[in-house]
């Protein structure tokens, strides 16, 4: 086991193994994030250390990423990540366990009854008390640079996102932004996403309704 530390984060390298997937076979290494005991992913295709990879940085999100919730376009932007990686032969996913923009899973539920009841995803989460978006992005650099990776082309539609991982040290080439279809499930999510989160997400019809 060997410790990293990148801005405030340190992370400790637990254990690897390879995991073949349609796209391709990973190598899922598993970090320990020491601050707070959370045990973070990084699925990992071919070489990486050396220019500019492309990644994905995901949070953890077990409505949309394991059992296909509607609700929200994380589980259709991880398998297009996936693909992406796959069809480049290289590239990185980090798995963030910050469930529901950092509230947890059973407070993401609450906020999804909010929702079923008028509010939008963000005065949901407000209503519960949290900010709209409670993440961390400093554990990534910490497990970037436990991989040696310094410079990225980062798919995200999240300039913040962006920010922060510039902010904690990872240079970042080009975003590259992630297209998922537009549902009437997911469509009022993302609007309220490009409207007070700030996504760029210029696929997106109208604004309005
Ligand atoms: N609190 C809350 N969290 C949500 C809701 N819908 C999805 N999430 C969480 O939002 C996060 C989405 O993570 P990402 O897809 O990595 O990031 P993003 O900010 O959407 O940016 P992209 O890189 O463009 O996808 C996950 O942690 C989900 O669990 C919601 O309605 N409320
Ligand atoms: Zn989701």
Wanted: glycine content about 10%; overall charge neutral.
């Amino acid at each position: 086991m060997s410790e990293k530390e990148a801005g405030s984060s340190v992370v400790t390298r637990l254990s690897d193994a390879a995991i073949p997937t349609p796209d391709g076979t990973f190598r899922m290494i598993l970090f320990r994030e020491e601050a707070t005991g959370r045990e973070h992913v990084a699925m990992v295709l071919g070489a990486v250390g050396t220019g500019t990879p492309l990644i994905r940085i995901h949070s953890e999100c077990m409505t949309g990423d394991v059992f296909g919730s509607l609700r929200c376009d994380c589980g259709e932007q991880l398998a297009a990540a996936r693909a992406r990686i796959g069809e480049e032969g290289a590239g990185i996913i980090l798995y963030l366990r910050q469930e529901g923009r950092g509230i947890g899973l059973a407070n993401k539920l609450r906020a999804y009854q909010l929702q079923d009841q008028g509010f939008d995803t963000v005065e949901a989460n407000h209503e519960l008390g949290f900010a709209a978006d409670l993440r961390q992005f400093g554990v990534a650099a910490a497990m970037l640079d436990a991989l040696g990776v310094r410079s990225v082309r980062l798919m995200t539609n999240n300039p913040r996102k962006q920010d922060a991982l510039e902010k904690a040290g990872i240079r970042i080439t080009e975003r590259v932004p992630v297209r998922v279809p537009i549902l009437p499930e997911n469509r009022r999510y993302l609007q309220t996403k490009a409207l007070k989160l700030g996504h760029r997400i210029d696929w997106l019809p109208e604004l309005d309704a």
